[in-house]
């Protein structure tokens, strides 16, 4: 078996060490980069000119709006908006609905119109049963019939 070759580790003496010269221009890698950067900068530079000329020259032949028009201009967009936070959109649209299905709450006190949590309507229902309606008559299609009567609930015995 054949001993391996120990090359001193200082750079000038070791013949390992060291690039490839033939296969890539480093110089011209580097100046092909700069080109391309100074490109990319000087575009860049043209376009914000060219829009602040687009800018100036739309202002310059546009009419001012008058002030009643600012005034009275919406400050925000037409519905639908779309939602700023998600989350606790929900979570407030959560809590009014338990709200509204776990309290009490006159909805309309002239009438006597109250609204009761669930589950005391639930215990309701189970104690006194469903109300029962009267049908109200079919009209032949094509005829004309005064307003039908209203449905009106009677209790079970």
Do not use: C
Not at 11 to 16: A, L
Not at 63 to 84: D, F, G, K
């Amino acid at each position: 078996m054949e001993e391996p070759v120990n090359y001193p580790i200082d750079r000038d003496s070791n013949p390992t060490v060291a690039h490839e010269e033939t296969d890539a221009d480093a110089r011209g890698i580097t100046k092909f980069g700069i080109a391309l950067a100074l490109v990319v900068v000087l575009s860049q530079l043209a376009l914000w000119w060219l829009f602040n000329s687009f800018a100036r020259q739309e202002s310059r032949l546009s009419p001012p709006v008058p002030a009643l028009v600012r005034a009275q201009a919406p400050t925000e967009p037409p519905e639908p908006r779309l939602q700023a936070n998600p989350q606790a959109d929900m979570r407030m649209m959560r809590e009014t609905e338990e709200a509204i299905l776990n309290h009490y709450e006159w909805v309309d006190l002239n009438h006597g119109v109250v609204r009761i949590p669930v589950e005391r309507a639930i215990d309701l229902v189970a104690q006194r049963g469903l109300p029962i309606f009267k049908a109200t008559p079919l009209r032949a299609p094509g005829t004309k019939s005064a307003k039908a009567p209203a449905a009106v609930p009677e209790t079970r015995k």
